[in-house]
């Protein structure tokens, strides 16, 4: 099944992928290769994967081989626009050749199909998804998220759920970039601004997320007046544009509140500074940097000390710093150690020093050690031996 599912496409999938697609496929068909006897379809699969390990390859697998091999109408909903685009540039780009209906969440007239993928499916138990899901009424129904788990506490109904890699070991096996993660002491406009004005060339192209739309606007204006560049992104500002003058280098800077935590995908993105979250958004906010890309191959996170999700909770760091006033202090071994150790064993080689001048002067004359009283022997002062010192010491009380 791996060769047919990779077939005719301009993809290099991933073990895990492979895996994931081939389950799901034996789960929507009915009976399990690792099982002897057969076992009931499943109506509906829920993929949790990390972001940036390539869940709309997968999706896109499955729903062409159910396509060719089945004859199902698949239809692809999202909840934002530029994620259904994203679908669409990937059938096209890695030649799916897939035809699809792109659905949006809100739609009220949705075309019917038999496989309806849901892209970000932690959505799925909004009220707009389930008036949807009532109207179309897919025979089978393909969930996509790295966070399935709702603030709301409302349960996702998807009868079975497949899991392969984590982030951690996505990172630590190469799929994903590493990342060094840095700590303020306070997550407010004025500090942010402070952090990133400091050092720009450390953070580089930046993704800043806050609670408030006022918040971004006020880190905006605080950096605009120390000459850094950046946009406010919203749901009515023109995103298109600002993504792809982002992408393009031509904006450093892009602030949110969580319109660029879903579907956001710019592998030349360097840092990202996560606004004080719960687990869900700290994941899908810090997933952003993980994209790998040649001229950064370490990614940078931000975040402060009140934060209820530290990061590194989800995936260890190459490198731990913390800001103090004297500057950033590392947590852990980095890689400057070795090359600091060696800058100073040259220094300590190439200096030179001279004796203190009390102890040049007493050169050429006995130490005190060495003196002995004349009655020890016979007479007068003299030099005696180590031998002689140790036969001639008094004995201590």
């Given amino acids: 099944m791996n060769e047919d599912l990779i077939y005719d496409l301009a993809v290099e999938p991933r073990d895990y992928q492979l895996r994931i697609a081939r389950s799901a496929i034996q ?4 009976g399990c290769a690792k099982q002897a006897d057969e076992q009931a379809a499943v109506n509906s699969v829920l993929i949790e994967s990390p972001t940036g390990s390539g869940k709309t390859i997968m999706g896109l697998m499955i729903a062409r081989w159910l396509q060719r091999n089945h004859g199902f109408r698949i239809g692809w909903c999202a909840m934002r626009r530029n994620l259904l685009a994203q679908a669409a540039e990937e059938n096209r780009r890695r ?10 969440m ?3 007239h949705p075309a019917a199909v038999d496989l309806l993928v849901v892209d970000e499916a932690q959505h799925d138990a909004a009220e707009s998804m389930v008036n949807l899901h009532a109207t179309i009424q897919p025979a089978k129904t393909l969930g996509l998220s790295a966070t399935p788990y709702r603030m709301d506490r409302c349960a996702l109904c998807f009868e079975r759920v497949l899991k392969d890699a984590d982030i951690h070991h996505l990172i630590q096996s190469g799929h994903l970039s590493r990342y060094r993660h840095f700590t303020i002491p306070k997550y407010t406009p004025e500090a942010v601004a402070d952090c990133y004005a400091r050092e720009p060339e450390r953070w580089g192209r930046s993704l800043i997320f806050f609670h408030r739309l006022e918040q971004c606007e006020q880190c905006h204006r605080l950096l605009r007046q120390r000459g850094i560049h950046g946009e406010v992104v919203t749901g009515q500002s023109d995103r298109p544009r600002q993504i792809e003058d982002f992408a393009a280098g031509r904006i450093p800077v892009l602030f949110s509140m969580m319109i660029l935590a879903e579907g956001f995908d710019c592998p030349s993105l360097q840092t990202v500074f996560c606004r004080p979250s719960g687990r869900s958004c700290t994941v899908q906010m810090c997933g952003r940097v993980f ?3 040649p001229e950064h191959p370490y990614k940078q996170i931000v975040q402060c000390r009140e934060t209820r999700h530290p990061f590194p909770r989800s995936a260890a760091p190459a490198e731990q710093y913390v800001w103090s006033d ?5 947590l852990k071994i980095n890689r400057h150690l070795t090359a600091i150790s060696n800058n100073a064993m040259r220094a300590i080689a190439q200096s030179t ?11 050429g004359r006995p130490g005190r050690w060495w003196r002995h009283r004349s009655s020890e022997l016979g007479g007068g002062l003299a030099i005696a031996s180590p031998n002689q010192r140790d036969e001639n010491r008094e004995p201590s009380c």
């Fill in 291 to 293: 994209r790998k890309y």
């Fill in 95 to 104: 030649g799916f050749r897939l035809e699809m209906e792109l659905i949006s």
């Fill in 106 to 108: 809100f739609d009220k």
């Fill in 326 to 330: 004297s500057g950033w202090k590392s």
């Fill in 27 to 30: 789960l929507f068909e009915g």
């Fill in 353 to 363: 020093a001279s004796l203190p001048k009390i102890l040049t002067e007493r050169r």
